[in-house]
């Protein structure tokens, strides 16, 4: 059984930075596709970046492109997410996912697996 559980999520003001960790165990494993997503009050749950295992490939949504970066440590079983330049609006609830298809999908309904989800807030 896939388990992801999610930690770094905090408060922090525009402009600065944090980054969200999702330790995995379970089964994960180089087919797998890893995914950020988030979630607002009152707003769908939206794709933020996605790597596959090995990490060779990434994928980001427009919003966070270039402020942000997806890795993974293999030995630690871990996926990061890397938020700088944090914004009001990047507030809500992160979600890691998982899925054992090696397709990069935006797509919240594609991935198997989920977290508990961390809350970030950004002040303005």
């Known amino acids: 059984q896939v388990q992801l559980v999610e930690s770094g999520g905090g408060l922090v003001q525009a402009g600065g930075s944090l980054r969200l960790s999702c330790i995995t165990s379970g089964g994960p494993a180089s087919d797998y596709v890893m995914a950020w997503f988030r979630q607002a009050p009152g707003k769908e749950r939206e794709f933020v970046a996605a790597?596959?295992?090995?990490?060779?490939?990434?994928r980001y949504a427009d919003s966070v492109k270039g402020r942000w970066t997806i890795s993974k440590d293999n030995a630690e079983n871990t996926v990061f997410l890397q938020m700088n330049s944090l914004k009001p609006e990047d507030t809500a609830v992160y979600y890691c996912?998982?899925?054992?298809?090696?397709?990069?999908?935006?797509?919240?309904?594609?991935?198997?697996?989920w977290g508990q989800g961390t809350q970030v807030t950004v002040s303005s």
């Open positions: 996912a998982a899925d054992p298809v090696a397709v990069l999908s935006s797509n919240a309904y594609e991935y198997d697996y």
């Open positions: 790597t596959t295992w090995t990490g060779t490939s990434t």
